[in-house]
């Protein structure tokens, strides 16, 4: 499609899932020039901080002629996780208020690259939450963009778009789907030669109601909620104790390593010299800490087995005497 000699642009939100990235090739087949963002949260599933998110980056090798944007979202995106104005999902997921921000994003995404409109790869009816007419409407009107959204795969069942009135793009190639179930998608997919993508379990954290808990209890404890302590919230088995105290312990060695990886230098590290579970304590109780780490240790604890702790920059050795196996007493070096 040519807009005054050029293709016309449009903006994708692409999570490399079935449904995005059908969207995207659809567009591309009306001639439409794609340029994608996606967004990443320490909520995603399947993507690790450091690492691309594998789906889209596989998303984008099938579609081709794209280009890509990656968003982190930060603070701002927890604020509204904790205080959502339009409510949660079954977990801690405020779905609404979610695309809302990302599509305020893509806004300016849009407007610096001088982009016509916005589309994503919603489906009416697939999401309970947020896809549906009501919360369709209350999307566009609160990200600023009615009538420049385009939802092509559940086209038929909405409104005109702005870019199918001027002509951008041909309402009558535009999908019927609706639903949570996923055949037409795949049957399409498949026709397209789009093969590889994520399985639909995938996606969000906070849609995990398990999870969820962990979230808003740190909602309930922490003043000030940062991104940076996400991964720990992810991380390990959670046992919030009498006193307040949260007790990780990690449930394998990749998880031990990944807390003395990610432990803040505000949280107390107890490392075992002995085969047992690497502990993070977000409280004070180390001694209480340290009896949790043992009662998770499978084989018996050595003689003479030690603890490190390390807590702000200082160390220290906590010992264990134990005469049959059997631990009785923790005493710190110094003491
Ligand atoms: S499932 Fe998670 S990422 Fe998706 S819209 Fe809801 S809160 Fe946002």
């Given at each position: 499609m040519l807009e005054q000699g050029r293709k016309t642009k449009a903006v994708g939100l692409l999570s490399g899932g079935l449904d995005s990235t059908l969207a995207a090739r659809l567009m591309l087949e009306q001639g439409i020039e794609v340029h994608a963002i996606n967004f990443w949260s320490p909520f995603c599933t399947c993507t690790a901080k450091s690492a691309g998110c594998p789906a889209v980056i596989t998303a984008i090798k099938q579609l081709g002629d794209i280009t890509l944007k990656r968003v982190a979202m930060g603070d701002e995106y927890l604020e509204m996780i904790r205080k959502p104005k339009h409510g949660y999902g079954r977990g801690m997921n405020p779905c609404i208020d979610c695309r809302i921000m990302k599509l305020k994003i893509s806004v300016e995404y849009m407007r610096e690259i001088g982009a016509s409109f916005l589309f994503t790869g919603e489906v009416l009816g697939q999401r309970p939450m947020s896809q549906y007419h009501a919360a369709f409407d209350i999307i566009d009107r609160k990200s600023g963009l009615g009538?420049?959204?385009?939802?092509?795969?559940?086209?038929?069942?909405?409104?005109?778009?702005?870019?199918?009135?001027?002509?951008?793009?041909?309402?009558?190639?535009?999908?019927?789907?609706?639903?949570?179930?996923?055949?037409?998608?795949?049957?399409?997919?498949?026709?397209?030669?789009?093969?590889?993508?994520?399985?639909?379990?995938?996606?969000?954290?906070?849609?995990?109601?398990?999870?969820?808990?962990?979230?808003?209890?740190?909602?309930?404890?922490?003043?000030?909620?940062?991104?940076?302590?996400?991964?720990?919230?992810?991380?390990?088995?959670?046992?919030?104790?009498?006193?307040?105290?949260?007790?990780?312990?990690?449930?394998?060695?990749?998880?031990?390593?990944?807390?003395?990886?990610?432990?803040?230098?505000?949280?107390?590290?107890?490392?075992?010299?002995?085969?047992?579970?690497?502990?993070?304590?977000?409280?004070?109780?180390?001694?209480?800490?340290?009896?949790?780490?043992?009662?998770?240790?499978?084989?018996?604890?050595?003689?003479?087995?030690?603890?490190?702790?390390?807590?702000?920059?200082?160390?220290?050795?906590?010992?264990?005497?134990?005469?049959?196996?059997?631990?009785?007493?923790?005493?710190?070096?110094?003491?």
């Amino acid at each position: 499609m040519l807009e005054q000699g050029r293709k016309t642009k449009a903006v994708g939100l692409l999570s490399g899932g079935l449904d995005s990235t059908l969207a995207a090739r659809l567009m591309l087949e009306q001639g439409i020039e794609v340029h994608a963002i996606n967004f990443w949260s320490p909520f995603c599933t399947c993507t690790a901080k450091s690492a691309g998110c594998p789906a889209v980056i596989t998303a984008i090798k099938q579609l081709g002629d794209i280009t890509l944007k990656r968003v982190a979202m930060g603070d701002e995106y927890l604020e509204m996780i904790r205080k959502p104005k339009h409510g949660y999902g079954r977990g801690m997921n405020p779905c609404i208020d979610c695309r809302i921000m990302k599509l305020k994003i893509s806004v300016e995404y849009m407007r610096e690259i001088g982009a016509s409109f916005l589309f994503t790869g919603e489906v009416l009816g697939q999401r309970p939450m947020s896809q549906y007419h009501a919360a369709f409407d209350i999307i566009d009107r609160k990200s600023g963009l009615g009538g420049l959204i385009l939802r092509p795969l559940s086209a038929a069942y909405l409104k005109p778009t702005v870019p199918e009135q001027k002509g951008w793009v041909d309402r009558t190639k535009l999908l019927n789907i609706e639903g949570r179930s996923r055949k037409k998608q795949i049957s399409l997919a498949s026709g397209m030669g789009i093969n590889d993508y994520p399985c639909p379990a995938g996606g969000c954290l906070l849609a995990d109601c398990i999870f969820g808990e962990r979230v808003r209890d740190y909602f309930a404890r922490v003043e000030k909620p940062s991104i940076n302590d996400i991964p720990l919230l992810k991380t390990g088995r959670h046992r919030k104790m009498p006193n307040g105290d949260i007790v990780i312990t990690a449930r394998d060695e990749n998880e031990g390593n990944t807390l003395l990886k990610i432990a803040r230098p505000s949280d107390h590290l107890l490392v075992p010299d002995f085969p047992g579970p690497v502990v993070v304590l977000q409280g004070i109780d180390v001694i209480g800490s340290i009896r949790i780490l043992l009662e998770y240790t499978k084989k018996d604890v050595p003689q003479n087995a030690t603890v490190k702790h390390v807590f702000n920059g200082n160390n220290e050795i906590y010992y264990i005497s134990n005469f049959t196996g059997v631990p009785r007493e923790i005493a710190r070096r110094d003491s």
